[in-house]
């Protein structure tokens, strides 16, 4: 099994439905977003983690991190707000705003959802992400 199947393992079919009213978009939508956002989270941290500092952001985060949502990932995002705010403090100290834009925007044009959602999308799942790391 490969990373993006173990994080998509833990994306059920309640999971994608909180991230579609999340997101005020179908499930069918959120689910194609899904599959396209968690190899691009998987390999915007695979750049990040190719140099020495990357790395050492990427350790340092995965050491501080609270695994806790992976034991209810649905629990998780029916905290909305909070969930999503770590996602976005996690995304931001490791790639930076301007990779983030990036990533949003790139995913954005692939999806057909607007930047805003990708990155709240991104953000959501952030957290599920780095809980299977």
Not at 83 to 102: A, H
Request: glycine share 14%.
């Amino acid at each position: 099994m490969n990373l993006v199947e173990l994080v998509q393992g833990q994306l059920s079919a309640d999971v994608i439905g909180k991230l579609a009213g999340r997101l005020g978009t179908s499930s069918d939508t959120t689910r194609t977003a899904v599959t396209a956002a968690v190899p691009t989270l998987l390999g915007a941290l695979g750049s990040v983690a190719s140099t020495r500092d990357g790395a050492s952001r990427l350790a340092s985060t995965l050491d501080s991190f609270d695994i806790s949502v992976q034991g209810n990932v649905t629990q998780a995002l029916a905290h909305g707000k909070s969930s999503q705010d770590l996602g976005t403090k996690l995304l931001g100290s490791l790639f930076g705003s301007g990779m983030l834009s990036g990533l949003a925007n790139a995913l954005g044009r692939f999806t057909g959802l607007g930047s805003g959602s990708t990155a709240s999308l991104l953000s959501a799942l952030t957290p599920i992400v780095l809980g299977v790391l």
